[in-house]
């Protein structure tokens, strides 16, 4: 685990969106460390996805910052589920393979094929890449959404409520995924969930968003009573 005291992935300074006359939030501090994961959290309707649309450039801030200090740093998203998965009939591994941008290639190079089986292992997919994705298990899914992102070596990754719809033993074994890669491929992460145990057992750092007053710390100094867990939000 690298330390807090590196120079931060991304910055975020006093962060505020507004819709209408509403603002969801105002003041919003935060940073992503290298190799850090920041789990997003806070009640339902408060605005974490927004906050992701806004880091991935979807979303403008009405007041604040973001700052990435490298420009170039690649970001890959990860949902909780794509509802037009059933218009991909593919195998898991061509789905998978959907991430390169080959332009005119019809085919893998060594290297694309070589990076495509490591990624398949690390994800447990390797049994499973001629299974069709429309017809995988939920579990399968997400980890073959999680191999399309992971693909590309990104140095950033964003999951939002990726293991909201998961048993306990398959959100599990991703985020252990998600953990080695933090640990080993120098990957940082930034998650949304409001799965308690999930954030407490693999986050470092959290960022609590509030319309009154959020909060940014480390997760062993997270006060969980000012939550409550509910069904999860997309807003």
Do not use: C
Request: no cysteine; charged share 20%; net charge negative.
């Amino acid at each position: 685990m690298t330390s807090q005291t590196k120079q931060p992935v991304l910055l975020g300074h006093n962060i505020g969106i507004k819709f209408d006359q509403h603002w969801l939030y105002q003041g919003v501090n935060f940073q992503l460390g290298q190799q850090r994961m920041l789990a997003v959290i806070g009640d339902n309707g408060v605005g974490k996805t927004t906050l992701l649309r806004a880091i991935l450039g979807q979303q403008q801030l009405t007041a604040g910052e973001l700052v990435w200090t490298n420009p170039a740093t690649v970001v890959r998203y990860v949902p909780q589920e794509r509802p037009n998965v059933a218009d991909f009939p593919l195998y898991i591994a061509d789905f998978v393979e959907l991430s390169y941008d080959r332009g005119w290639r019809p085919w893998l190079s060594r290297a694309e094929k070589q990076q495509l089986t490591h990624i398949l292992k690390d994800t447990h997919l390797t049994s499973l890449a001629r299974r069709r994705i429309d017809r995988a298990s939920g579990g399968e899914r997400q980890r073959a959404y999680l191999a399309q992102a992971l693909l590309v070596n990104p140095s950033v990754l964003i999951l939002d409520e990726a293991t909201a719809n998961l048993d306990n033993v398959a959100k599990y074994e991703l985020m252990d995924v998600v953990r080695h890669y933090r640990d080993h491929h120098h990957l940082s992460i930034i998650m949304i969930s409001h799965d308690l145990d999930i954030v407490k057992e693999f986050a470092d750092d959290y960022l609590l968003l509030s319309a009154q007053d959020s909060e940014f710390g480390s997760v062993a100094e997270l006060d969980t009573s000012r939550l409550k867990v509910g069904n999860q939000d997309h807003a």
